[in-house]
């Protein structure tokens, strides 16, 4: 069994920054991939961004792409999400996401174990 738990989600502005942060426990969390996905109001859940077993390859949606950030810690068993100029368009409930698969990738499918999600609302 996995647990994830997110955490560091809140209420910006527009143009601000804030950090996501995701601790995992009950497996050998250094050897899977993880991900970051999002669910806004009346929207599907949408990839934001994945990194490797070891950190080494990532990849992120278009419209995150250079101003978000995912790395990991092995050694914590986190991973965290830095999020820059902030949009609007980017409220939404940020969950993390565990792969059984060592690389990063998009498909929702991919991914066995999810947290309960953080709250991520950005005013204009």
């Known amino acids: 069994q996995v647990q994830l738990v997110e955490s560091g989600g809140g209420l910006v502005q527009a143009g601000d920054s804030l950090g996501l942060s995701c601790a995992a426990s009950?497996?050998?969390?250094?050897?899977?991939?993880m991900g970051w996905f999002r669910q806004a109001p009346g929207k599907e859940r949408e990839f934001v961004a994945a990194i490797s077993w070891n950190g080494g390859s990532t990849n992120y949606a278009d419209s995150v792409k250079v101003r978000f950030t995912i790395s990991r810690d092995n050694a914590k068993n986190t991973v965290n999400l830095q999020m820059n100029s902030l949009k609007p368009e980017d409220t939404a409930v940020y969950y993390c996401a565990l792969s059984p698969l060592a690389h990063p990738i998009r498909s929702s499918t991919g991914y066995h174990y999810w947290g309960q999600g953080t709250q991520v609302t950005v005013s204009s």
């Open positions: 009950g497996r050998t969390f250094s050897t899977y991939a």
